[in-house]
């Protein structure tokens, strides 16, 4: 079992950046795929990002490929998701996610956070 927490979210204008973070408790945390998704609203719950265990294989959706970067740090049960060149359609609520499948590409995932608002302004 894994809890996870996101934070990082906010309001930031067209273009800017913003740095979500998804804290993980368990000692396993090493052992996860790790992915981020978002909402929209009146949209369904789309994939993001994914990243494997070590960090060294990552995997994005198109519409953020060349402008977000997913990474983790081990040590710190930690994820990441640095999201540069904002656009309004970006906004949504994210969500970390975990799972054991090693599969970067498939979106069924084990565990799930709250979620985090990010809005984008024009």
């Known amino acids: 079992q894994v809890q996870l927490v996101e934070s990082g979210g906010g309001l930031v204008q067209a273009g800017g950046s913003l740095r979500l973070s998804c804290a993980a408790s368990?000692?396993?945390?090493?052992?996860?795929?790790m992915g981020w998704f978002r909402q929209a609203p009146g949209k369904e719950r789309e994939f993001v990002a994914a990243c494997s265990w070590s960090g060294g294989n990552t995997y994005y959706a198109n519409s953020v490929k060349g402008r977000f970067t997913i990474s983790r740090d081990n040590a710190k049960n930690t994820v990441y998701l640095q999201m540069n060149s904002l656009k309004p359609e970006d906004t949504a609520v994210y969500y970390c996610?975990?799972?054991?499948?090693?599969?970067?590409?498939?979106?069924?995932?084990?565990?799930w956070g709250q979620g985090t608002q990010v809005t984008v302004s024009s």
């Open positions: 996610a975990a799972k054991w499948s090693q599969i970067l590409t498939t979106v069924v995932y084990d565990y």
């Open positions: 368990g000692r396993t945390f090493s052992s996860y795929t």
